[in-house]
């Protein structure tokens, strides 16, 4: 079975300071890992995959497979990444995304 | 920018009744999917469908549900008889590659 877990349902962050959000994954296998954001009544977006190794708006994450994470990362917050984020698993031969339950980022001005 | 689409953005219907959620994929699009979130839970995936019939589907998706693509264009959702239970948001997505998903701005579905 594959699991995703985002241990915090609220993050909240001065503008300008570093982001973390944090993502944990289950699974057997070699997974594909993505971060989708959705910004205030809006659609879902892919924000970055982990095997384009981009960075997409200031955004990285890298695969520990170790750890079995793929933490969100950004050194210098901005007000426009308020948002939900989620972690997302698709697993090798499967059709389905597997999401955990998202993360409300608020940055402060 | 290519967008998929839903229709319509919210349905509000009787238990026990027939609802039929439209989706308009990206048009390349190879892979279709539909996804749901109840309120304040994450987001579920239901069902996938490649060339022409269903490549996977979850627990939830039960005899209660179909999904057609009856013409090139449109990609439907169907619940037969809705329980209160099916409120939700209901989210369509596709995608040219099996792992690339772009996804709609959903149907929020409240049955009474």
């Known amino acids: 079975a594959q699991r995703v877990t985002q241990p915090e349902k609220l993050l909240s962050v001065f503008k300008g300071a570093p982001v973390e959000l944090k993502c944990n994954y289950s699974y057997s296998g070699s997974p594909e890992l993505f971060w989708y954001v959705q910004y205030s009544r809006q659609r879902l977006q892919l924000l970055l995959r982990h095997i384009s190794r981009e960075s997409i708006k200031g955004f990285t994450a890298d695969l520990n497979k170790g750890e079995t994470s793929f933490h969100l990362k950004k050194p210098f917050a901005q007000e426009e990444d308020s948002a939900m984020y989620y972690c997302?698993?698709?697993?090798?031969?499967?059709?389905?995304?597997?999401f955990g339950k998202g993360t409300k980022l608020s940055v402060i001005p | 920018e290519p967008e998929v689409t839903q229709t319509p953005s919210h349905q509000v219907t009787q238990m026990g009744q027939e609802v039929i959620l439209r989706c308009v994929p990206i048009?390349?699009?190879?892979?279709f999917y539909w996804y749901r979130q109840i309120l304040g839970q994450k987001v579920e995936f239901l069902v996938s469908f490649y060339n022409n019939e269903i490549s996977e589907k979850s627990e939830i998706f039960d005899d209660q549900f179909s999904v057609e693509r009856p013409d090139g264009s449109n990609f439907t959702l169907k619940i037969r008889s809705t329980k209160l239970e099916d409120s939700a948001m209901y989210f369509c997505?596709?995608?040219?590659?099996?792992?690339?998903?772009?996804f709609g701005p959903g149907t929020r579905l409240l049955v009474l």
């Open positions: 997302a698993l698709n697993g090798a031969g499967s059709y389905q995304l597997t």
């Open positions: 048009s390349n699009h190879l892979y």
């Open positions: 997505a596709s995608g040219s590659l099996q792992e690339t998903q772009y």
